[in-house]
């Protein structure tokens, strides 16, 4: 490997909330370079989310997060000609991004109504423990359970 590690840079917290995990939010939105575009539509679906549910946005966004945040995951591996699906803990920066990957893509595949209202929708349920993105998280867990058995080649 050459050179050195690349150094990560920390995020910087979004001007409305002040908090780092909306801008991630912003980052995971934005689509060619269009910042404040993704800025207004996480933010109207922030709006929205505290309007339906009268409680703080942030708080609903942390709370959407830890439920479709996953703790294991397969991940293929050949051992002697035959590929297994073997069960490894996901890391912490990782399962943050698969649970915005997750809920925006949830968002994303629904249509007729604009990405803010979709996005505060997916939010919502995420917070209930339901919608697409905790289905998501639950198929990726019982794929890790059911290949319990093959966890001893993870070396």
Known sequence: ???KKAVRRPIV???KFGNASVAKLVNYILKD???????SIVYD???MVSEKTKQDPVA???LALKNVMPSMEVKSKRV???NYQIPLPVRGERRIMLAFRWMIDAARS???RS????????LAAAANNEGEAVRKKMDVQKMAEANRAFAHFAR
Do not use: F, H, V
Not at 33 to 39: D, E, F, P, R, S
Not at 115 to 122: C, G, T
């Open 13 to 15: 917290p979004d001007p």
């Open 45 to 47: 679906a922030l709006a």
């Open 115 to 122: 990405m803010a209202s979709r996005l505060a929708d997916e």
């Open 80 to 82: 002697g000609g035959a």
């Open 1 to 3: 490997m050459r050179g």
């Open 33 to 39: 370079g269009k910042k404040t575009l993704a800025q």
């Open 110 to 112: 629904k249509s007729g």
């Open 60 to 62: 609903i966004l942390d």
